[in-house]
C-alpha cells in the first residue's frame, strides 16, 4: 500500500497533485468501488484530495481522546457566521438562527417540511441535483419544474407560471433554489436573488435555499447568500462544508433562517439536530475556522482544471456544449450532436471506461447530457476526456 501519511496537507499547495491513481484506488468510498479498476470515477461529487491538516486533526484529537458522543453548542453556527461575514460579507447572520442538522439532503427536507405539508408543491428548476426530485416525492410533496434559461441562468417567465402551477393546486408552496446551482455551476446574482425574493413574497411561496456549494465559488465571482438580498425575511436555507472540504463522508449541515422564519426553524425537532454526528460537526466547525488557506489552495487549481477541461474538449471532441461556471467542481455537457442518445453516459462507461453522471434524472433538460466531475488530478482528467473522445471511434 503507498503510503500518503506525509503528504503535507496542512500548507498551502495544490490539493489536486498530491495523490496518484493507485493510492486513490486504495479508497473504500462508493466513488471508488461502485466500477472496475479500469475505469476513471468522474461521477459522485467527491474530490480527489487529502483532508485540510487542521480538520484532520481536529477529528483525530477528538477520536483520541473518545469525544465521539452527542453534539452539544453552537459552535458549527458562530463558525458560519464568522466565515460569511469574512468572505461574503454576511455581518448579521445570527448564530441563534441557526441549527445543524445531519446533512444538507435531510436539511432542505426538513425546511420544505416547515413550510409545507404532504400534497404540497415544491418549485425546482430544472436540471437540478437528482435527489430534489427523489427526496420531495418520498415526503409526499410534487415537485414542479421551472426550467433554467438557455445560457443556465433563472427564466423568471417559467418560474413566476411554475409559482402559479403549484398555487393552482391548493395549499401551500414552495420554491427549493439550488445556490449555488447543482450541475450547471451558475452562480445566481445579487440581483436575480432580489428578484426572487420578490416573486416569492408576490405569490406567497416560501424559499429554501441549498447553498452546498457556496463556498466553492471561484475568486473574482461574488457569492451572495439568499438570506441577504432583500425581501429575503421569511427564507430558509441549508450549508455544509461537506462540498468544499470534501466531507461527505463526514456529514453535518446548517440550517439558517430569515428573520421572519424564526419560528419556523423554531418547529424544526429537536431530534433532528440531535442527529448530527458530533465528530461531523467538529469537522466541519474546523473547516469553517481553519480551513481558509486550505480553501484558497484548492479554488485556483479548480479554476485550472475547468480552463483544462474546456481546452481538451475543444480540441478532442468539439461536438459537446460546455460552458464553465464558477460555481462548482462540476461540470454540465451538453453530448446531444454526439449521437450516442439519451444516455450518453451510458456509452463513456461502457465504451471508454469512464464513470459519468446520466443526465436524465437531473430533470427537464436532462437527455443527451453528463455532469463530470473535475476535481481531480489534471492527468486523470486529460486522460478522462482522451477515453472519451475514444468513445466516438
Same mark, same amino acid.
Given at each position: 500500500?503507498?503510503?500518503?501519511?506525509?503528504?503535507?496537507?496542512?500548507?498551502?499547495?495544490?490539493?489536486?497533485?498530491?495523490?496518484?491513481? =493507485?493510492?486513490?484506488?486504495?479508497?473504500?468510498?462508493?466513488?471508488?468501488?461502485?466500477?472496475?479498476?479500469?475505469?476513471?470515477?468522474?461521477?459522485?461529487?467527491?474530490? =480527489?484530495?487529502?483532508?485540510?491538516?487542521?480538520?484532520?486533526?481536529?477529528?483525530?484529537?477528538?477520536?483520541?481522546?473518545?469525544?465521539?458522543?452527542?453534539?452539544?453548542?453552537? /459552535?458549527?453556527?458562530?463558525?458560519?457566521?464568522?466565515?460569511?461575514?469574512?468572505? $461574503?460579507?454576511? #455581518?448579521?447572520?445570527?448564530?441563534?438562527?441557526?441549527?445543524?442538522?445531519?446533512?444538507?439532503?435531510?436539511?432542505?427536507?426538513?425546511?420544505?417540511?416547515?413550510?409545507?405539508?404532504?400534497?404540497?408543491? !415544491? !418549485?425546482?428548476?430544472?436540471?437540478?441535483?437528482?435527489?430534489?426530485?427523489?427526496?420531495?416525492?418520498? @415526503?409526499?410533496?410534487?415537485?414542479?419544474?421551472?426550467?433554467?434559461?438557455?445560457?443556465?441562468?433563472?427564466?423568471?417567465?417559467?418560474?413566476?407560471?411554475?409559482?402559479?402551477?403549484?398555487?393552482?393546486?391548493?395549499?401551500?408552496?414552495?420554491?427549493?433554489?439550488?445556490?449555488? @446551482?447543482?450541475?450547471? %455551476?451558475? !452562480?445566481?446574482?445579487?440581483?436575480?436573488? &432580489?428578484?426572487?425574493?420578490?416573486?416569492?413574497?408576490?405569490?406567497?411561496?416560501? !424559499?429554501?435555499? =441549498?447553498?452546498? #456549494?457556496?463556498?466553492?465559488?471561484?475568486?473574482?465571482?461574488?457569492?451572495?447568500?439568499?438570506?441577504?438580498?432583500?425581501?429575503?425575511?421569511?427564507?430558509?436555507?441549508?450549508?455544509?462544508?461537506?462540498?468544499? $472540504?470534501?466531507?461527505?463522508?463526514?456529514?453535518? &449541515?446548517?440550517?439558517? /433562517?430569515?428573520?421572519?422564519?424564526?419560528?419556523?426553524?423554531?418547529?424544526?425537532?429537536?431530534?433532528?439536530?440531535?442527529?448530527?454526528?458530533?465528530? %461531523?460537526?467538529?469537522?466541519?466547525?474546523? +473547516?469553517?475556522?481553519?480551513?481558509?488557506?486550505?480553501?484558497?489552495?484548492?479554488?485556483?487549481?479548480?479554476?485550472?482544471?475547468?480552463?483544462?477541461?474546456?481546452?481538451?474538449?475543444?480540441?478532442?471532441?468539439?461536438?459537446?456544449?460546455?460552458?464553465?461556471?464558477?460555481?462548482?467542481?462540476? +461540470?454540465?455537457?451538453?453530448?446531444?450532436?454526439?449521437?450516442?442518445?439519451? =444516455?450518453?453516459? /451510458?456509452?463513456?462507461?461502457?465504451?471508454?471506461?469512464?464513470?459519468?453522471?446520466?443526465?436524465?434524472?437531473?430533470?427537464?433538460?436532462?437527455?443527451? #447530457?453528463?455532469?463530470?466531475?473535475?476535481?481531480?488530478?489534471?492527468?486523470?482528467?486529460?486522460?478522462?476526456?482522451?477515453?472519451?473522445? @475514444?468513445?466516438?471511434?
Amino acid at each position: 500500500m503507498s503510503d500518503v501519511t506525509n503528504v503535507p496537507n496542512d500548507v498551502p499547495g495544490n490539493p489536486l497533485r498530491q495523490l496518484t491513481l =493507485d493510492q486513490l484506488r486504495q479508497r473504500t468510498s462508493e466513488k471508488w468501488r461502485q466500477y472496475p479498476d479500469d475505469v476513471l470515477p468522474l461521477w459522485v461529487a467527491e474530490m =480527489d484530495v487529502l483532508p485540510a491538516g487542521p480538520i484532520a486533526k481536529a477529528v483525530t484529537d477528538a477520536m483520541a481522546m473518545g469525544d465521539t458522543g452527542y453534539p452539544s453548542g453552537n /459552535a458549527y453556527g458562530e463558525a458560519v457566521a464568522a466565515f460569511a461575514a469574512a468572505r $461574503w460579507g454576511w #455581518h448579521d447572520l445570527d448564530p441563534e438562527l441557526t441549527r445543524p442538522l445531519p446533512d444538507v439532503t435531510l436539511g432542505f427536507v426538513e425546511m420544505l417540511k416547515l413550510v409545507t405539508s404532504p400534497g404540497d408543491a !415544491v !418549485v425546482v428548476n430544472s436540471p437540478v441535483y437528482p435527489p430534489f426530485y427523489t427526496f420531495c416525492a418520498l @415526503h409526499g410533496r410534487k415537485v414542479i419544474e421551472a426550467p433554467l434559461g438557455p445560457a443556465g441562468r433563472i427564466d423568471f417567465v417559467a418560474l413566476a407560471a411554475a409559482f402559479e402551477l403549484a398555487l393552482g393546486r391548493g395549499g401551500r408552496a414552495a420554491y427549493l433554489l439550488c445556490s449555488p @446551482h447543482n450541475p450547471t %455551476g451558475t !452562480v445566481h446574482t445579487g440581483a436575480e436573488l &432580489a428578484r426572487v425574493a420578490r416573486l416569492a413574497a408576490d405569490y406567497g411561496v416560501r !424559499v429554501v435555499a =441549498d447553498e452546498a #456549494h457556496a463556498p466553492l465559488v471561484a475568486p473574482g465571482t461574488a457569492f451572495t447568500p439568499y438570506l441577504t438580498v432583500p425581501g429575503c425575511e421569511a427564507g430558509l436555507a441549508v450549508t455544509s462544508a461537506a462540498k468544499a $472540504w470534501n466531507l461527505a463522508g463526514i456529514g453535518a &449541515a446548517l440550517a439558517i /433562517a430569515g428573520p421572519a422564519a424564526a419560528d419556523d426553524l423554531a418547529r424544526l425537532p429537536r431530534a433532528m439536530s440531535n442527529r448530527a454526528s458530533h465528530i %461531523g460537526i467538529i469537522a466541519h466547525t474546523t +473547516a469553517f475556522r481553519e480551513g481558509g488557506p486550505w480553501l484558497d489552495a484548492l479554488l485556483p487549481a479548480l479554476e485550472d482544471n475547468r480552463r483544462l477541461l474546456a481546452a481538451t474538449l475543444a480540441e478532442r471532441l468539439p461536438g459537446i456544449g460546455y460552458r464553465p461556471q464558477p460555481g462548482t467542481y462540476l +461540470a454540465w455537457l451538453d453530448c446531444r450532436e454526439l449521437g450516442l442518445g439519451p =444516455d450518453p453516459a /451510458a456509452a463513456f462507461l461502457e465504451r471508454g471506461r469512464v464513470a459519468l453522471n446520466s443526465g436524465i434524472p437531473f430533470g427537464t433538460g436532462g437527455k443527451g #447530457h453528463v455532469r463530470l466531475n473535475y476535481a481531480t488530478t489534471p492527468e486523470i482528467l486529460a486522460e478522462a476526456v482522451e477515453r472519451m473522445a @475514444h468513445t466516438l471511434n
